[in-house]
């Protein structure tokens, strides 16, 4: 029996070493030690990481790589990069959208990022940005599952045809319903938003992903309507709720009513550490809040919890690279996450729960899953995200689609080793 791609010797993000992966007709034929059949092309991991591909589910595609059109950010405020993105908007070609996300799938796939869940601004009466989206889901088909999310920007009611753009996007073949209660003009009107945003995706069974409560205002609680709205008509597992900043600096005691709601509602909480890091606490003098939502007490109330990249070179973040392992790095030293098992919780965080919350489908190592993954230069998921290790190998339906040569460094140092290999510096443990 022959392959079409046989893997050996990798280490398992759960803590398996020598395991071999075989693969045939785009899906994962066998996940075991000492496999032995023939393949048509093998790759020897040499006891490094293979895990599933990362997963990005909270993703602004049409603002990415514009970064300085048509200004920058003085402030760096959220406010200002809302601002900004208005200006943009006016002149904005679907040709320049395709443009720049194709080449942000480019450095997507070149670090592993298979699957992004973008949020698409529709308060825009041309739709240039779903019209964009919508072509570049399909060029990109082939190797990134791409979710379009219908996003009220400038808020469903403070907006004059939000709604009527968000049905027309929705209508077009955009997969998911957006919000973002907390820039309506009154709490009501937030909650309002919700309860309607929730309405048009249960007659048409669609999934919500709302930015939520993304502000410092302890009393921003639209997760509390969100989790209401989600039990009312049925949607558990099929919403998520994006930022949930307020939290960080909510009161602890409707804190601690607020999680098991959360919870009984399976919704999907997506913090986005880069973002909510510089965004956040921007009001404050000293000390400044970190606004980071809270990752450690949502765990421990069985919320599925997922880290988004959110931004990369726009109107709200000049920085980033689409490199998941720079944002687990830094949801875990905001979160303070420092354990061992916290930190291969957050390798979870950019992987397998981004694709629960997508409900993507074949996504994982097991047999029978598509034949999507990575070859990391790391053992294990800790030192990947410690070393944001490069990705050798990117493998997508048992093909290889993208390879970068492993970092060593050449050392001219009289009595010292020749080279260094960042990877392999401390022992791995359990
Ligand atoms: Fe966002």
Redesign the pocket.
Known sequence: MSFDLLVRNANLPDGRTGIDIACRNGVIAAVEPGITAEAKEIIDAGGLLVSPPFVDS???MDATLSLGLPRMNRSGTLLEGIALWGELKEILTVEAVVERALKYCDLAVSQGLLAIRT?VDVCDDRLTGIKGLLEVRDKVRDYIDLQLVAFPQDGLFRSPNAEKNLLTALDMGVDIVGGIPHFERTMQDGARSVARLCEIAAERGLMVDM?CD?TDDPMSRHIETLAFETQRLGLQGRVAG??LTSMHSMDNYYVSKLLPLIAEAEIHAIA?PL?NITLQGRHDSYPKRRGQTRVPELRSHGVNVAF?H??VMDP?YSMGSGDMLEVASMGLHVAQMTSRDDIRYCFECVTNHPARAMRLEGYGLQTGCKADFMLLQARDTIEAIRLKATRLKVVKGGKVIASTPARTTRLELPGRPATVDPAGYAPVES
């Open positions: 909270h993703f602004h949020h930015h993304e994006s930022h986005n973002i988004g959110d931004c709200w």
